[in-house]
């Protein structure tokens, strides 16, 4: 069991630890930072903040359809990636190891910049509120500094069947 703490990362064979995603679904290579508003945090708590990347590359397989000749990772693969960012940040707290992250809604979502092979998708959630295994999340998704998604993400943490 991994130790949480803010300023904890993870590698690739971490993230598959904990999130049930494989090839070619897994949109999360690593995450570089968590932060806990309180250090002996086991559950998602508002204030709580996960930084993670995802990096494009042209061998994406959704690159194929999307667009031949003019490869643009598609928006819904974007928020994706930030709810996956955001379910490790979840999933890897003390109450929720073994459980799932599902996407309950997503409001006011808009994409401003469109990601392509060779860019660094820099994920940022910070989780808004939590009560009886239902949560937000404010999610922003940036290439170099530049907004390319940002929205509010809902969520559900379910033990599975």
């Known amino acids: 069991m991994i130790e949480v703490k803010s300023g904890l990362r993870l590698d690739a064979n971490e993230i598959r630890k904990i999130l049930p995603h494989r090839y070619p679904f897994l949109l999360l290579d690593r995450i570089i930072d968590i932060r806990l508003p309180r250090e002996d945090a086991t559950q998602i708590e508002p204030g709580m903040k996960v930084l993670?990347?995802?990096n494009v590359t042209f061998d994406e397989p959704f690159f194929?359809?999307?667009?031949?000749?003019n490869p643009i990772m598609p928006g819904v693969l974007i928020v994706e990636a930030l709810a996956q960012c955001a379910c490790c940040g979840g999933l890897i707290l003390k109450d929720n190891h073994g459980k799932l992250?599902?996407?309950?809604?997503?409001?006011?979502?808009r994409?401003?910049?469109?990601?392509t092979p060779g860019d660094v998708l820099e994920l940022a959630v910070e989780f808004t509120a939590f009560r009886r295994g239902m949560g937000k999340a404010c999610a922003r998704a940036t290439v170099d500094g530049q907004v390319?998604?940002?929205?509010?993400?809902?969520?559900?943490?379910v033990s599975p069947e």
């Open 64 to 69: 194929q359809g999307h667009f031949p000749g």
């Open 111 to 115: 994409f401003r910049r469109q990601v």
């Open 52 to 54: 993670g990347i995802k």
């Open 148 to 157: 390319a998604a940002e929205g509010m993400l809902k969520f559900a943490i």
């Open 101 to 109: 992250g599902l996407f309950t809604g997503i409001d006011d979502m």
